[in-house]
């Protein structure tokens, strides 16, 4: 069984930084592409970022391009959201998605993605 696990959330003042990472058990992060989405209460989910399964392209939704960085790392290419310049509006709980298939692209449809985690809270305050 796949089970994502998000970490990193929290409070921050506007203008701060935090970076979310992706643990996952009976899943291996390395020739998968992965997303992060967010959901702010009363809307509907919505991509922020994404990385091919090398890692070597990335896409972004505009709200978050030049404040938000999605990286692979490690040896598990565990992949990381680094949120700098937060806004109010960044406000939401985050999730990390994988691409089942292998060898996956910069997918930014949920549709493309099999397994998703729990979430983590951000609270960006004003």
């Known amino acids: 069984q796949v089970q994502l696990v998000e970490s990193g959330g929290g409070l921050v003042q506007a203008g701060g930084s935090l970076r979310l990472s992706c643990a996952a058990s009976?899943?291996?992060?390395?020739?998968?592409?992965m997303g992060w989405f967010r959901q702010a209460p009363g809307k509907d989910r919505e991509f922020v970022a994404s990385?091919?399964?090398?890692?070597?392209?990335?896409n972004y939704a505009d709200s978050v391009k030049g404040r938000f960085t999605i990286s692979r790392g490690d040896t598990k290419n565990t992949p990381y959201l680094q949120m700098n310049s937060l806004k109010p509006e960044d406000t939401a709980v985050y999730y990390c998605?994988?691409?089942?298939?292998?060898?996956?692209?910069?997918?930014?449809?949920?549709?493309?993605?099999?397994?998703w985690g729990q979430g983590t809270r951000v609270t960006v305050s004003s």
């Open positions: 009976g899943f291996t992060f390395t020739g998968h592409a």
């Open positions: 998605a994988a691409d089942g298939a292998r060898f996956g692209g910069t997918w930014s449809s949920p549709r493309q993605y099999d397994y």
């Open positions: 990385i091919s399964w090398t890692g070597s392209s990335s």
